[in-house]
């Protein structure tokens, strides 16, 4: 027993020496993997750097940093600039076409629809036809009727009306025997629209009195004024604002003079193809419908005759005017003038419808047709013409309008008893 344990002994501690230089090496790779886990995250470049190089990485990547940082924001701005620029063009161009826009609106708005209606009245493009075949568009097309304008007029002129057309006048106290005759012949013709704007409280009474239609305008300092205390070229300046609500409704008017005696019905011998159908004050052919009038001066020699048309003026106490937008503008024309200077409104009227466009003055663009002058005829026509004619006098005008002489009532009662009553020699006493 001895001799075994003897041996046994040396066995357990060859056992027990193994088993501490195994525990050790377990302990040494441990620690060794631990010490390297922390280098790691102590070191995550690398251990093994040199010194000489591992301190400048970081100072060198900060002034490449830098002067990357320096070459981009240098970059950033001259292209914030180039882009600034470029805006400012885009800006300035814009800006154009919004003053652009803004001026084609506003003549849009001025013939709102009327490139439209054009179209519907023009209808697909053509091509030219033969020569001699060839005709221009003369009709402009109407405007939107705006009730909103004048509801109390809108409702008047519904009832009067007849195919939206009418004969308007204007009146006030002092032409009030004038007016009489005026309506009385209307009623005995049997026209059945028209109108009297009553300029005071003293014609409306008298033209409700003799059931005539009548409407009264609202107050209105500027007009009321020279309505009722106005004379004759007074008050037929007022016209020209007051026409415009009735054309601005939709309705087309035969404006009146009250010193005009009807003997027909106007409205069977209107065209209606032009924006303003007028009668002339001219008194012949040449002078009504216009001539080739030829001026001479001797000390051109050569070139001594000068050619140059003229036409007498278009009578602004009688004419058709449709609502269109040049009418519209007409009325504008005549009325802005007429509150500005102290002109006549018919020779305003006739320098508005006829003078063209030139250098600091756009012309009207408006469609514009004579009347016959036999069928509304003046009274210089009538008195130094018609009367002396024997085949002429057989003649039975529409109207006959005393626009040339003074006297003017008792003029109109001759013609009426002329006319009418059938007494031949009442023209004679007149000169």
Sequence with gaps: MIGRREREGPLMRSNSAHSLRKSKVLTAVAIGILIGCILAFLFPNGFFISDSVTPN???????????????????????????????????????KQVRELTERLRLAEQGKDHAQKQFLALGKQHKAGPFGTVKGLRTSPTVVPDESVNPRL????????????????????NVKEMLEVWFTNIKKVGIPNYLVVALDDNI????ESNQVPVYKRDPDDGIDSIGKEGGNHAVSGLKFH??????????SVLLSDVDIVYLQNPFDHLYRDS????????????????????????????????HTMRI??????????????????LLDRVATRLS??????????????????????????????????????????????????????????????????PDKLPRMKAVVEYYVNGKLDALKPFP
Excluded at 69 to 93: H, P, Y
Excluded at 154 to 173: F, G, S, Y
Excluded at 204 to 207: G, P
Aim: aromatic fraction near 12%.
């Design 57 to 95: 990485r970081p100072h060198t990547g900060s002034k490449t940093q830098e002067n990357s940082a320096g070459c981009e924001s240098s970059d950033r701005v001259n292209m914030l600039k180039s882009e600034f620029v470029s805006v400012s063009d885009r800006n300035a161009q814009l800006k």
């Design 154 to 173: 809108a409702k008047i002129l519904e009832k009067v009306a007849v195919n939206r057309e009418l004969i308007v006048a204007l009146a006030n106290t």
């Design 204 to 207: 409306a009474e008298f033209c």
């Design 242 to 251: 007051i026409l415009r609500e009735f054309l601005q409704l939709g309705y």
């Design 275 to 306: 924006d303003v159908e007028s009668m002339s004050d001219g008194h012949d052919n040449n002078t009504a419908y216009g001539y080739n009038d030829v001026f001479d001066e001797p000390a051109m020699g050569w070139a001594r005759y000068a």
């Design 312 to 329: 007498w003026v278009y009578n602004s106490g009688f004419f058709y005017i449709r609502p269109t937008i040049p009418s519209i503008e």
């Design 340 to 405: 500005k200077e102290k002109a006549w409104d018919q020779a305003v009227f006739n320098e508005e419808l006829f003078y063209p466009s030139h250098p600091g003055y756009d012309g009207l663009h408006a469609a514009r047709r004579t009347m016959d002058m036999y069928l509304f005829m003046n009274s210089k026509v009538l008195f130094k013409t018609v009367r002396n004619d024997a085949n002429l006098s057989k003649l039975k005008p529409v109207i006959i309008h005393v626009n040339y002489h």
